[in-house]
């Protein structure tokens, strides 16, 4: 089983809050990813990071910024909550090789009121 | 047009079902092909990946791609009702970047 970890599970906060969604991982690896998901719809990049230091931009434009400080952590903050923020985020790390073995964790479902 | 089109279903079977899940994609570029399997509040986790055209079994899991129509196949044989959760195609290109491209999924119940 993969050891990615990402807290809090469950968010319900009001609009005009700032939250942090924390990722950690245990597995050491270089690569680490945000992903928005909305029932029924597809996975949605919105950071990445392939080192200490290094962040992008995904595909999907976001209004939450990220930090890549040290390798293990992978932490996304949204400065002021919104409801179109309501989503399921899920965090994931890669090594080096493929670009397929991604590896996810249980995902936080954030409800913006 | 979204790079990758997944049949949403729901599906829903009896056990011991042969199931099929299907995806097309758009983009010539990709070359690697992975099946997702999600389970209710649960992250994705890897099932099967391939590369390039051509058939991979692992158990009672076959993926399957052709490349010439830009189809991609997920078999699952003698399923059972531990088989039941969301089924997702992903699909990347070679090169440094090399992020994935996720269908929308599939929901699949299996039922005892």
């Known amino acids: 089983e993969a050891d990615i970890y990402q807290t809090p599970r469950y968010l319900v906060i009001g609009t005009g809050k700032k939250i942090t969604l924390e990722c950690s991982q245990t597995?050491?690896?270089?690569?680490m990813y945000w992903y928005q998901q909305d029932p029924g719809m597809e996975l949605h990049l919105i950071h990445y990071s392939y080192g200490v230091n290094s962040t992008e931009k995904g595909d999907l434009s976001s209004e939450s910024t990220v930090s890549r400080i040290r390798t293990e952590h992978f932490p996304l903050t949204l400065e002021s909550a919104r409801p179109s923020h309501t989503s399921q985020y899920l965090c994931?790390?890669?090594?080096?090789?493929?670009?397929?073995?991604?590896?996810f964790g249980p995902g936080t479902r954030l409800t913006v009121t | 047009q979204k790079e990758v089109e997944q049949d949403p279903g729901p599906l829903s079977v009896p056990e011991g079902a042969i199931v099929s899940l299907n995806c097309t994609y758009s983009n010539s570029a990709f070359q690697y092909f992975m099946w997702y399997r999600q389970y209710s509040r649960k992250g994705p986790e890897l099932l099967m990946y391939t590369y390039s055209s051509g058939n991979k079994e692992d158990g009672r899991f076959t993926a399957q791609v052709d490349k010439s129509s830009k189809y991609i196949s997920l078999f699952i044989r003698d399923s059972q009702p531990s088989d039941s959760a969301t089924y997702l195609c992903a699909t990347s290109g070679s090169g440094s970047a090399r992020q994935l491209t996720f269908g929308s999924g599939t929901q699949l119940t299996v039922l005892p």
């Open positions: 597995m050491g690896h270089d690569k």
């Open positions: 994931a790390s890669s090594e080096g090789g493929g670009p397929y073995e991604q590896y």
